[in-house]
């Protein structure tokens, strides 16, 4: 296998210019529990790129992403520099489709296209993706470099409270991977977004002509498997957030906002009226703030409906589990979650299902090949930074 090893740099030539002859004593260190897990399940897949991905704030991703059959792409070893003086985070030991899970609406057919199948990665052109866009991985991912509105500060009228302008802007620089698994009549879309301040954004996409031309609607459920490794493997818990709204007879309503740790393996609901979250959370990562606290990786979901089946893992929306070299498909979940291990203070793995719903007798602009429908979420760090990252902008 050749590893092929990528340095990217954002913006103009002399920010670029910059960032490259800034020195780093730092450098991604791969933690001992992680690095075994990885040594455990032997060498990686031909085909991985290694990538070095360095942005103008300073701020650096390390991480390989490969295209493979079955699951499409994959998300190994990511590691978050905040600065050149910062050491590297490791965040992300594997990320992945665990299912695309589509039953149609008369009940059959019902497919599973990670489990019941061995779909391929498509092969990919610069004529299809041109520039800015890069192939890499075997003619397999493209790669794209985007900004994205960061944040904005508005200064406000010295005589009022009415804003007058605004007086910060910050635009970010993001790096965006994705991968096209065949299968069938239908292409889906498998997308991960890394950013300048350590948030990860990930989708999937389904296109493609309609099975058989047929207006019979059907839903694509995708879920992930998400093996974080906040600061190594060990020591890691999930920690379920709701908000709720309190209303008595009479009164103006109050609300709370609470974090609930999750102590052994199970599924969870999300409710959108609790704002429900996954965090993850390490015993002893911490920032630097006055005092310390604790740092975690959350994930937020974005959604359009909840999907529910007869099948067993679509009646959660959130699982956590216990590391199993062995556990990869989600249609397996309860079976996964029945021995109700511990999951404080452990190597977990979490588990998101979003969905897609393509309408019976759909619209007319769907008749020749569905436009993308997506599905996805975002995993933001919390207290990862002391503060607004990268406040003020440069």
């Known amino acids: 296998m050749k590893t092929i090893t990528k340095f990217i740099y954002f913006g103009f030539a002399s920010l670029a210019l910059a960032c490259g002859s800034i020195a780093s004593a ?8 992680s690095a075994a897990k990885a040594a455990a399940q032997g060498t990686a897949a031909v085909g991985a790129v290694e990538e070095m991905v360095q942005f103008t704030s300073h701020s650096r991703w ?7 059959d079955k699951f499409g792409l994959v998300i190994t070893g990511a590691s978050f520099q905040k600065s050149p003086g910062s050491p590297f985070i490791y965040v992300l030991f594997d990320g992945r489709l665990g299912e695309i899970f589509v039953p149609y609406h008369s009940d059959f057919p019902r497919y599973y296209d990670i489990a019941g199948f061995n779909w391929h990665p498509l092969i990919l052109t610069p004529a299809q993706f041109p520039a800015p866009r890069e192939i890499i991985g075997d003619g397999k991912i493209c790669k794209e470099k985007r900004d994205y509105v960061a944040w904005m500060q508005a200064a406000s009228n010295p005589n009022g409270f009415e804003p007058v302008r605004l ?11 994705f991968s096209v698994l065949g299968a069938g009549n239908y292409a889906y879309i498998e997308e991960w977004t890394f950013r300048d301040d350590g948030t990860i954004l990930v989708r999937a996409g389904s296109t493609g002509p309609k099975l058989g031309g047929s207006p019979e609607g059907h839903m694509h459920n995708f879920t992930w498997r998400l093996d974080i490794d906040l600061n190594g493997a060990g020591g890691d818990s999930a920690i379920w ?5 309190i209303f008595a007879l009479g009164q103006n309503s109050s609300a709370t906002d609470d974090a609930e740790l999750i102590p052994v393996e199970q599924g969870l609901v999300w409710n959108p009226k609790k704002f429900n979250t996954l965090r993850v959370e390490d015993s002893t990562l911490k920032n630097g703030s006055t005092p310390p606290r604790a740092t975690s990786y959350e994930l937020v979901p974005m959604r359009g409906g909840t999907s529910r089946h007869t099948e067993l893992f679509t009646k959660k929306d959130f699982w956590v589990t216990r ?3 062995d556990q990869f498909l989600a249609k397996d ?11 404080d203070k ?3 793995v979490i588990w998101y299902t979003g969905s897609e719903h393509h309408e019976e007798h759909s619209r007319d602009e769907d008749k020749n090949t569905v436009p993308v429908l997506w599905a996805g979420f975002e995993l933001v760090p919390n207290n990862l930074f002391d503060h607004t990252p990268f406040y003020p902008n440069p």
Request: aromatic share 6%.
């Open 26 to 33: 730092q450098v991604p260190v791969t933690p001992a529990d």
């Open 333 to 343: 979940l309860p079976n996964y979650v029945s021995q109700r291990q511990s999951t």
């Open 346 to 348: 452990q190597d977990i």
């Open 167 to 177: 007086s910060r802007v910050r635009i970010g620089e993001e790096v965006v991977y």
């Open 62 to 68: 390390h991480l390989t992403v490969n295209a493979i």
């Open 241 to 245: 957030t709701s908000h709720n709204e």
């Open 323 to 325: 590391y199993n070299p």
